[in-house]
């Protein structure tokens, strides 16, 4: 049955190491969120996609994470240099291209940065 | 901007009873409120929604009502079993993309 996937699943690293997080959508669909859950923040939008094209990334911290749609069925998002702070489950979500659509979650990459 | 409000943030229930999750929401223009239920280790799940032209709507033991003039949605769940138990977000949109979360519920369903 189809699903969004995400990985790593877990990944832990050293503050001021390069992290990068991958997913792939359903196929199918053409919009794609990244979201960050801590127990402080809940869920926040870091940014979304529809048809590969970045449509608001306003919740990203723009000088070290980026995001981006190599192709329709991988997206990316990447976090240089990672910090402390950065630790959290990462969420990305797909959906089709219509008004109020169902956002499908992945499962999710619990990222610790010592 | 739009923002959405949860509450409460923890409902513990007995085994059998109902729970009820309130959600009030800003933006007058919002028209679609979907319920998610995330389980531990697991991303969120769309378990039922309304859009602004309907009151109420329902799916077995789980149903939301909409109130536009005040600007709240609930989420009720009847008969509540030990598999209700999780974390309950609600949302709103105005018909773009995105959907502004509320904090979420964490709901305990006491045997």
């Known amino acids: 049955d189809a699903r969004v996937t995400q990985t790593p699943r877990h990944k832990v690293t050293e503050m001021g190491q390069e992290v990068t997080m991958r997913c792939q959508p359903i196929?199918?669909?053409?919009?794609v969120f990244w979201y960050r859950q801590t127990m402080m923040q809940g869920l926040e939008l870091l940014a979304y996609f529809r048809n590969r094209a970045p449509l608001d990334d306003s919740g990203m911290p723009k000088d070290r994470f980026s995001a981006e749609m190599p192709d329709a069925t991988l997206a990316t998002l990447k976090i240089q240099p990672s910090e402390p702070r950065d630790s959290a489950v990462y969420f990305c979500a797909s959906g089709k291209d219509r008004t109020h659509n169902e956002q499908f979650f992945g499962p999710g990459t619990r990222l610790t940065v010592l | 901007g739009e923002n959405v409000e949860q509450h409460p943030s923890t409902l513990s229930v007995q085994e059998g009873d109902s729970a009820v999750i309130k959600c009030t929401y800003s933006?007058?223009?919002?028209?679609?409120f979907p319920w998610y239920k995330q389980e531990l280790g697991k991303g969120p799940q769309l378990i039922i929604d309304?859009?602004?032209n309907v009151g109420e709507k329902k799916d077995q033991r789980i149903a939301v009502t909409l109130n536009k003039t005040a600007k709240h949605f609930s989420l009720h769940i009847t008969e509540t079993q030990p598999e209700d138990s999780a974390v309950y977000f609600c949302?709103?949109?105005?018909?773009?993309?995105?959907?502004?979360w509320g904090a979420g519920t964490k709901l305990i369903i006491k045997p």
């Open positions: 949302a709103a949109s105005g018909g773009n993309y995105q959907l502004i």
């Open positions: 933006d007058s223009a919002s028209n679609y």
């Open positions: 309304i859009r602004s």
């Open positions: 196929l199918g669909h053409n919009t």
